[in-house]
C-alpha cells in the first residue's frame, strides 16, 4: 500500500545510503574523485549531500560565482547511479562576506562581536547576511532546479545559536510587542515587580545573560522562543528562495536531536520533512544500552516532528573526532544502530561523511573511505555489506511506517522553565534521562512510542504519559481532559503542571489548570531528596525505593494505590489513581526504578489492551524491539545492545550488538 507520507524523496523512493560527501577540498585531485565513484557504487551507497560548506568555493568573491565544477560533480554521480541531496551553504560564510559587512558576525551576550572563524556563527537577523544567502540559493536553485539527480535540499546544516547585536535586540523587542501588545501585560506575565524589575517601555527590554538579568524567567523563555523563531525566520527565507526556483524538490535541515538550542516543534512547520544527525555515545563502559534507548527515543521524538518518516543524515561509520574519549564502533554496532534508525522509521542511514578530509579540524572522524583509500578496511566492508542489505531491504520497507499507541510528552518549552526555575532542586533534574526510563519498559517490550510535545494532538492514543512536565501550555489541559474522558489512561509524575507558559505558578483558583479535577489529587508540598538518600514505597508486596523528588499529595476523590515508607510524610500516597469519564488518570509523586514502572506498565497495558509486538515473549533486557507496519505485514527489529548473547525464550538467539529482523504477517 503506497502513502504518501512515507514518500519522501519522490523522485527516487528508496531507502538512501550515503553521507556527507565534500569534493570541494580535493577539486585539484581529480584522481580522488575517480576513487569515490568507484569506492562508493562499491559500497551501495546511491545519496550524497552535497556542498554544505562549499560557499568559498561557489563564489570565492562577491559575486563572482563559480558553479560548474559542482555541475560536473553532479553529473558524474548521477550517471554512477548516485542521487544528490544539494546543500545550500549557509552554515560556513566565506572570509571576504565577513570583511565586507562585520554585521554578518554574532554578537555575544557581553556585546562583544566575534571576529571570523569557525562556522554556524552567522547572526540570523543580518540583513546582509540574509541578502547575500539568498542570491547563492538563487544561484543553486536556477541552476540544479531540474537536474534528475538532486532529490532534496539539505538547507544549511544544524542551525543553533544566538546573537545579542542591536539588530537582533530590536527583532526581539517588536517580537515582545506583537505577543504582550502592551508593557503591562508584559510585566505581569513575567511577574516583574518582583525584585523591582517593572519595564515601562519596550525600548528598555535586553536579552537575559549573565552580565544582566537573569532573574525573570519569562523574559529567559521569551529570549529563547524569540531564538527560535528567528532561526525559523531565517530557514524559511532559504526554503523560499530555492522553492521559486525548484518548487518540487523537497526541502529539510539536519536536526540535533534533544539539542536544547531551538524548540523543534516551532522550526520544522515549513520543511517537507524532518534529517537529524545521530551520534551516541557507543561503548562507554556500562552506557550502551541506555545509549540504545536514547538514540530510539530521539528517533521517536524526530519521527513524530511531522509524523512522518525521517532521513537519519548524519551518523559516523566508527568514531567521531570530539568526544573525550573516541571510540571505535565494535563490529556489529554499525547495522545495529542503522538498522535500529531505520525500524524506529528512518528511510535512511547516511554518514559524516563518505571520505576523511586529509586536514581540518575533523581530519581523525572516521568515514566510508579512510586516509588509507581503501575498500580492504573493517570500516568499508561493513559500510558496503549494508549497502548490500539496504539495497535489498528497501521495497519491501520503504511502504511502512511506526505505528503507535503510546505517547511520552517530551516537551523543551517546559524543559526550558524548569533549567531556569529555582527549586526545588537545583542540585539536577535530569529530563532527558527521567523521560527515557519512562521509555525503556515500551522499548523493551516491543510497543512503539510517539514521541510528542504539548503542541500535539493525542487523539488516537491509548496511554499518554508525562513524565515531570513542569509546564502545562498549548491548552494541553483541555486535550488531555478530553482524551482521559474518553477513554484514555495518562500517566502523570512529580513536578508536573506547576507553571504556565510564562513560568507563572498556578494558583488556587486555577486548580482546573493544574487538572486536579482529572487526576483527583491535589499536590501540597514537594521534597527533593540528596543522591545520598531515598525512600520507599510498598506495592502489590513489592518493595520500590524512590528517588529524586517526593511530592506531598492529598486525595480528593483518587484511589491511592502505594504510600511512602518514612519521613515525616510516611503514609501519604505515592501512587494514586483516578476515574475521570470513562478513562483512568495515574499520577506518581515521586520517581522510582525499572521495577517499578515494568509493575505499573503492566497493569495499565494490561487494563488498556495495549501489547508489544511479539506478544506474551519474555524479552530480556538490553534488547530494544522497534516495529514497521504496512497492511498486514510487520517488521520487527530485534537489537541487542548488550555485551553478552541474549535469547529470547530460545527462539531468538542474538550475539552482542546483533539486529535481527522478523516479518510477521496477519491474515
Ligand atoms: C555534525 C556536523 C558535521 C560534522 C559532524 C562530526 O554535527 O553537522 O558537519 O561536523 O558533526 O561529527
Not at 539539505?154 to 545579542?164: P, R, V
Amino acid at each position: 500500500m503506497r502513502s504518501e507520507r512515507e514518500i519522501l524523496t519522490p523522485k527516487y523512493p528508496h531507502l538512501l545510503h550515503g553521507g556527507d560527501y565534500n569534493p570541494e577540498q580535493w577539486l585539484d585531485r581529480p584522481e580522488i574523485l575517480e576513487c569515490d565513484l568507484r569506492l562508493m557504487k562499491q559500497a551501495g551507497i546511491n545519496c550524497v549531500s552535497l556542498g554544505i560548506f562549499a560557499w568559498s568555493k561557489l563564489e570565492p568573491a562577491k559575486d563572482d560565482f563559480r558553479l560548474d565544477w559542482l555541475a560536473t560533480i553532479v553529473d558524474k554521480l548521477y550517471e554512477a547511479g548516485i542521487y544528490v541531496d544539494l546543500a545550500t551553504p549557509s552554515g560556513a560564510r566565506p572570509r571576504w562576506l565577513a570583511e565586507e559587512n562585520p554585521e554578518v558576525l554574532r554578537v555575544d551576550e557581553r556585546g562583544k562581536r566575534a571576529r571570523f572563524g569557525g562556522r554556524h556563527n552567522h547572526c540570523m537577523t543580518s540583513p546582509f547576511y540574509r541578502e547575500r544567502v539568498a542570491k547563492i540559493d538563487a544561484r543553486l536553485a536556477k541552476r540544479f532546479a531540474d537536474h534528475p539527480a538532486v532529490i532534496m535540499w539539505h538547507i544549511s546544516n544544524e542551525f543553533e545559536g544566538e546573537c545579542h547585536c542591536e539588530l537582533c535586540q530590536k527583532a526581539f523587542r517588536r517580537f515582545l510587542k506583537e505577543k504582550y501588545q502592551t508593557i503591562e501585560n508584559l510585566n505581569k506575565a513575567w511577574w516583574t515587580a518582583f525584585w523591582s524589575h517593572d519595564y515601562s517601555d519596550f525600548e528598555q527590554i535586553e536579552p537575559p545573560g549573565a552580565s544582566g538579568e537573569q532573574s525573570i524567567n519569562g523574559l529567559t523563555l521569551d529570549w529563547k522562543r524569540f531564538v527560535t523563531a528567528q532561526t525559523t525566520d531565517f530557514m524559511n527565507q532559504e526554503i523560499r528562495t530555492v522553492k521559486t526556483y525548484a518548487p518540487k524538490i523537497p526541502v529539510t535541515t539536519n536536526l540535533m536531536g534533544l539539542s536544547d538550542v531551538l524548540c523543534y516543534p516551532s522550526l520544522v512547520k515549513e520543511l517537507d520533512f524532518v534529517s537529524w544527525d545521530s551520534y551516541p555515545n557507543w561503548h562507554e563502559p556500562g552506557q550502551n544500552v541506555y545509549e540504545g534507548m536514547l538514540d530510539s527515543f530521539t528517533h521517536d521524538y524526530m519521527r513524530c516532528l511531522k509524523n512522518r518518516p525521517f532521513i537519519l543524515m548524519e551518523s559516523t561509520t566508527s568514531t567521531v573526532n570530539w568526544r573525550p574519549v573516541c571510540k571505535l564502533k565494535k563490529p556489529g554496532m554499525h547495522r545495529l544502530s542503522m538498522l535500529n534508525a531505520i525500524g524506529h522509521g528512518a528511510q535512511s542511514a547516511m554518514y559524516f561523511q563518505i571520505r576523511q578530509s586529509a586536514g581540518g579540524p575533523e581530519k581523525f572522524h572516521s568515514a566510508v573511505i579512510s586516509h588509507l583509500n581503501s575498500e580492504k578496511t573493517r570500516v568499508f566492508r561493513e559500510v558496503e555489506a549494508l549497502g548490500a542489505e539496504l539495497g535489498q531491504l528497501s521495497d519491501l520497507l520503504y511502504d511502512s511506517y511506526v505505528e503507535a499507541e503510546v505517547a511520552i510528552l517530551y516537551d523543551k518549552e517546559s524543559k526550558w522553565a524548569l533549567t531556569a526555575s529555582c527549586g526545588p532542586r537545583n542540585a539536577g533534574l535530569d529530563y532527558d534521562r527521567i523521560c527515557v526510563s519512562f521509555y525503556e519498559y515500551f522499548w523493551n517490550a516491543g510497543i512503539n512510542v510517539d514521541v510528542i510535545d504539548s503542541s500535539a494532538s493525542l487523539e488516537g492514543y491509548k496511554l499518554v504519559i508525562t513524565p515531570m512536565l513542569y509546564m502545562y501550555h498549548n491548552d494541553l489541559q483541555s486535550k488531555v481532559r478530553a482524551f482521559v474522558k474518553n477513554g484514555g489512561y495518562l500517566l502523570s509524575t512529580a513536578l508536573s503542571g506547576y507553571v504556565g507558559s510564562t513560568d507563572l505558578c498556578f494558583t488556587a483558583a486555577e486548580e482546573k489548570e493544574k487538572l486536579e479535577d482529572v487526576l483527583g489529587i491535589c499536590v501540597e508540598e514537594i521534597d527533593a531528596l540528596y543522591d545520598t538518600e531515598a525512600n520507599a514505597t510498598t506495592w502489590e508486596g513489592i518493595r520500590y525505593p524512590l528517588h529524586t523528588l517526593c511530592e506531598l499529595v492529598t486525595c480528593g476523590g483518587a484511589e491511592i494505590l502505594s504510600v511512602y515508607e518514612k519521613d515525616f510524610y510516611k503514609g501519604k500516597p505515592v501512587l494514586t489513581v483516578n476515574a475521570f469519564g470513562s478513562g483512568k488518570a495515574y499520577h506518581l509523586a515521586s520517581y522510582g526504578n525499572k521495577a517499578l514502572y515494568k509493575a505499573l506498565f503492566d497493569r495499565i497495558c494490561r487494563k488498556a489492551g495495549i501489547e508489544g509486538v511479539l506478544g506474551k515473549a519474555q524479552i530480556p533486557d538490553g534488547i530494544g524491539v522497534a516495529s514497521r507496519r504496512n497492511g498486514n505485514k510487520t517488521f520487527v527489529f530485534i537489537g541487542n545492545f548488550s555485551e553478552e548473547e541474549k535469547s529470547i525464550e530460545d527462539r531468538i538467539k542474538l550475539k552482542p550488538f546483533e539486529m535481527q529482523m522478523v516479518v510477521l504477517e496477519c491474515p
